[in-house]
Each structure stands twice: as structure tokens, then as C-alpha cells.
């Protein structure tokens, strides 16, 4: 039952008020003076103040004043006489809902408690959501144990509570956005808006009207102002997912929002001041489109102020038993089972597995195995369908080192070359198809001297693999060479270096690198 507060110095006004609002359904509490009016308010915490303009003592604009200085403010409606109503005027300035003229009407008494009541309502369970929204993000709910996810966390807690611009780099499905959303419900802009907007989900003609808006007049069919993102995010967070793929034009004028943090609306003469955090995000190699003109070298060093780099899966495969627990609860919750565990084989499988989608695929793994198991138990058989379709560690692992050997720096010729011509030459998508850094991997392009016309070696004819659209770690691949060659040769190391045509001493440098074993 809703508690509404009378406040009036007059006795026969607040018993008729009480009486009314009593037999409208209401729980009523009455006040003779504005002091009282506080203290019942600390007591029963009402829904609706309703209180008169004019008292003895502490008068409604004190009472209003206090009262909208609390964390779950009453909604709080002035009852004033003719005479007064530029004063009641002044109280909705100040924070009062609606004001009602005396002598009081009955009806309108209770159609302004209801409306009252329906603001107290709505504004309660905003605070509701903004909390869920803020519990769900906090940075404690960030799961991973692992040396990456920790320092990551970290320099989010640095970070959250300035303005500074963030770039975050990971491949797809590593939580770009979770991170940004993290970084802002535990900042100061916590209350305001955040947006994300995907860059390369929207075309080029139309993503320059979203983030700055237009005015009537700009273009055909432009009929009317439209606000822009970033005018809309005022004093919030924007979230720039995918930067790599923005137009050079809107670049440019990304650039200008974060020098002069201001935008200017399409077809607009007059720059409009903005307050708005700046987070972008991408699965790219910025650096490596920038050595290829892709991307302006001036907004690269503008986005990437503080920088934080997510592992995918693979490299935090400690992890796994921790996000897969997470999501078994989470999907319990939302299909309302009771899946109380994954066994050894699963999960040994998933730790296994290469995820070239990362958590997201993970994630749906998961979703999938709680949806269509009916034991209490997912099994094996219940996702061996998800890991074994199109996984990419057969494809390029299963290979056999052939008698005669082969040389370790034609192999990784070949490799390069692999990863250059399914990414149609673009080094810097080679590179992170390979798990390198664009540096690394032009430096040993160059350093082999390699181009797109060179012939192909007998190594690379030898080896007959694809690699696969989700990438491979180029590390990886040397582990499972070097771990081939001894078990080919019973591990005695001389054999396997010259099995590969290296140095015992460069054999040895590289298994004990690895922290490799004989098991």
C-alpha cells in the first residue's frame, strides 16, 4: 500500500486530506508543521509528500528542499491559495511535481496522488535497473584468474574514474564491449548514458548522421533535426566498437571530437559542446593499417592514450572451468534447469578445443548443451558436435614429418605465405590470422625476402593444411613442429635439430622455451 504524507498548519484542511486520500486506498500520514513532516518522513519513508506552501516555522520550499536532498526522495506536491501561485511556481523549479490551487478539489486531488505515485514508481525502478546494470558490470563479476584478465582488471580500476580515452584490441568474442561497459558503470558517468555503436555494421552513408545527427535541409529526405549520438550520450560514455572499419572522412571528424570535444551536426553552421567519454574498440591491427595509409596515424595515438589488450580463449585456457561454470548457472537460471555438472570428458574437450570464436562461442556451446540435455549431468555426446564441426586444430596440426626432414625456416616461409594468400595479401589480416603483432610478422616477410610472386618451396608442397578462418597461433604451430620432431625421432635431440635442419643449440633455445616435455 502506497504511504502518503499530509503536511498543513490548518487542522481542519489535514483531517479532511486524510480522510480523502484514507478512502482512496492509501496509507495517510499526517504533519501539523514541516519538522514534524521530517521526522515521520524518516520513519515511514512516504511515497508522496503533499504539504502546504505557506507554514509557520519551516515553511514547503524549506521542506521540499530538505527532502529532495535524500538518496530515495518522496515525490512531493505543493498546495498553495491563489495569491500564492508564483511561489509554488518557484517550489516545481526547485523540484516539486505539480502544485494544486486551494480551495482543493476532491478529484483532482486524487488524479495528482496517482500521477505522483506513478513518478515514484518509475523513478524507483530506474534506480532498480541502474543498480542491476551496475552489479552486472562491476568489476568484481569480471570472470578470470589468469595473468591477462588480472592485469586487465587492474587497469580498469585505474582508469574507470577519468576521462581518458581507451582503446580496447581483441579478437571477436573476447568482451570488448563487457569491458567498456565495465570501465563505465564504475565511473563517474555510472548514471548517464552509455552507447555502443558498431562502426562496421553501419554503411558509410549513413554512420557520419548517427554519431553527429543533421539538421532539416541536409540531404534528401532529411525533413527534420535529428540529434547525433554523441550529442545524445552527453556526459556519458560512447562506445566506438570496430574503429578499424571508419571511413576516412569520419575519421577525420572523430578526431576533431576528441581535440576540440565538440561536434557539428550535418548541414549545421553552429559546433555544439559535448562532454562524452571516448572507448574504442577493435579486432585489428590499427597499427599495421596505419603503416598501410588505412587508418590516420594522428587518431591512433588520440584512441590509444590507455591501451587494454584482451586474450582470446586459447591463451587463458585456465580460465575455462571458471566461465564454464558461470555460464551453466546463468543458463539454469534462464531455461529454469537443474544441471548440476559437466563431466571430466566434456570438460577436458573444452580445455582442448582451439575457440577461434573465443567466450562468445563459448558461450553458446553452453547455451546449447543446457537448452537440449535432459540429466542433470551435460556430457561428451551433448557438445561434441559444436567442438568437432569445422575445428580448426585437426586441420592444421595433423600433419606427418616426412623421413627425410625438413628445414624449420622453409616451414615457417611456407606458413607466411599460407596466411598471406588466404588473407588476399593484406599483411597486416596476415598477421592476425597468425597470432603476430604486424611488426613481427613483416620483419620476417622481409627478412626471408619473401614476396606474393614466390614459388612455392618443396616444404610448403609437402605440407598440405589450410589455415583456418579463425586464425592460429604461430607459436603454437612451432611447439607442435619441434614436439614432432622428437617423438619422430624418439627424443633425442641431435637427431630432431637435424631433422629440421637447425642447431642442437637452436633446437634446445626453442623446447626449453616452451617448457616442452617428454609426455
Known sequence: MAVILVVDDEPLQRDILKIILTDAGYETLAASSGEEALKLTRTYNPDVVLTDLKMKGMDGIELLERLTGREEAPTVLIMTAFGTIDSAVEAMKKGAFDYMTKPLNKDVVIMTVQR??????????????????MDKFKIEGIVGKCKAVQDVIRIIKKVSNSSTTILILGESGTGKELIARAIHFNSQRAAKSFTAINCAAIPETLLESELFGYEPGAF???????????????????????????????????LRVLQEREVRRLGGRDSIKIDVRIIAATNKDLEGQMHENKFREDLFYRLKVVTIELPPLRERREDIPELVQYFLQKYNREFGKRIKRIDGQATKAM?????PGNIRQLQSVIEKAVLMCDADTISIQDIRDELTSGSPQKEIFDFEL??????????????????????D???????????????????????????ESSADNPEELLLDFEIPSGGVNFEDLEKALIKKAMVKTNYVVSKASRLLGMSEKAFRSRWEKYGLSQT
Open 116 to 133: 505522483a505515485l506513478e513518478r515514484t514508481e518509475l523513478l524507483r525502478k530506474n534506480l532498480e535497473l541502474q543498480q542491476a546494470l
Open 220 to 254: 534528401t529526405g532529411a525533413s527534420s533535426r535529428k540529434i547525433g549520438l554523441f550529442e545524445a550520450t552527453n556526459g556519458g560514455t560512447i562506445l566506438l566498437d570496430e574503429v578499424g572499419d571508419l571511413p576516412p572522412m569520419t575519421q577525420s571528424k572523430i
Open 402 to 423: 616426412p623421413d627425410e626432414g625438413l628445414s624449420f625456416e622453409e616451414f615457417e616461409k611456407a606458413v607466411l605465405k599460407k596466411a598471406m594468400k588466404k588473407t
Open 351 to 355: 580445455a582442448d578445443f582451439h575457440w
Open 425 to 451: 595479401h593484406v599483411a597486416a589480416r596476415a598477421a592476425k590470422l597468425l597470432g603476430m603483432t604486424y611488426k613481427t610478422f613483416w620483419y620476417r616477410w622481409e627478412k626471408f625476402n619473401l614476396d
